[in-house]
T-cell receptor, first 112, second 114 residues
Framework: AQSVTQLDSQVPVFEEAPVELRCNYS??????LFWYVQYPNQGLQLLLK??????LVESINGFEAEFNKSQTSFHLRKPSVHISDTAEYFC??????????FGQGTELSVKP | DAGVTQSPTHLIKTRGQQVTLRCSPK?????VSWYQQALGQGPQFIFQ???????QRGNFPDRFSGHQFPNYSSELNVNALLLGDSALYLC?????????????FGPGTRLTVL
């Protein structure tokens, strides 16, 4: 069975500081990995994904995540956060064509 | 290009009632998945529809049922509502194919059961 663990439920950080949101997964087969962001009272927006190829994936708004197969991790990083990055972030795993299994979420709070 | 749309946005029901939620997938997508997100939790998979049939199902009781139409839109039905069914219900669409089945989510329907 697959599972996802987000190691931090809340991450407070000051504006322009770097941030890392940690995600570990367990699976006995190859998986696809995703990060979604959820702003208050909204649905989920895809931030970035790893399907195959390069293990470092980037989003258009400065986030990046690295797939580490040996450590079964897919941590999300940003070198300098903005107030507008305040949101809930969800890591998820799936097999091809299958259901998404989500972690419990990490609340990123960026303070001025 | 319209994204995934859901209706209604909010809904209030009482225990024992039945509810139907609707979802229109993103243009070009043929697969619809439904998720339940309780307050403060990550989304939980309910089921997935492809070619008008339920392809996968999560750990939800039979009170939860669904349907997919020929135009790929979908409905989620919940019978005999319980207080614990109060949640944000999210629909996600995707295109079934090799390395192309990334799921895109709609804004959700907030269901409150009183």
């Amino acid at each position: 069975a697959q599972s996802v663990t987000q190691l931090d439920s809340q991450v407070p950080v000051f504006e322009e500081a770097p941030v890392e949101l940690r995600c570990n997964y367990s699976s006995s087969v190859s998986v696809y990995l995703f990060w979604y962001v959820q702003y208050p009272n909204q649905g989920l927006q895809l931030l970035l994904k790893y399907l195959s190829g390069s293990t470092l994936v980037e989003s258009i708004n400065g986030f990046e995540a690295e797939f580490n197969k040996s450590q079964t991790s897919f941590h999300l990083r940003k070198p300098s956060v903005h107030i507008s990055d305040t949101a809930e972030y969800f890591c998820a795993v799936s097999r091809q064509g299958g259901k998404l299994i989500f972690g419990q979420g990490t609340e990123l709070s960026v303070k001025p | 290009d319209a994204g995934v749309t859901q209706s209604p946005t909010h809904l209030i029901k009482t225990r024992g009632q039945q509810v139907t939620l609707r979802c229109s997938p993103k243009s070009g997508h043929d697969t619809v998945s439904w998720y339940q997100q309780a307050l403060g939790q990550g989304p939980q998979f309910i089921f997935q529809y492809y070619e008008e049939e339920e392809r996968q199902r999560g750990n939800f009781p039979d009170r939860f049922s669904g349907h997919q139409f020929p135009n790929y839109s979908s409905e989620l039905n919940v019978n005999a509502l319980l207080l614990g069914d109060s949640a944000l219900y999210l629909c996600a669409s995707s295109f079934t194919g090799v390395h192309t089945d990334t799921q895109y989510f709609g804004p959700g329907t907030r269901l409150t059961v009183l």
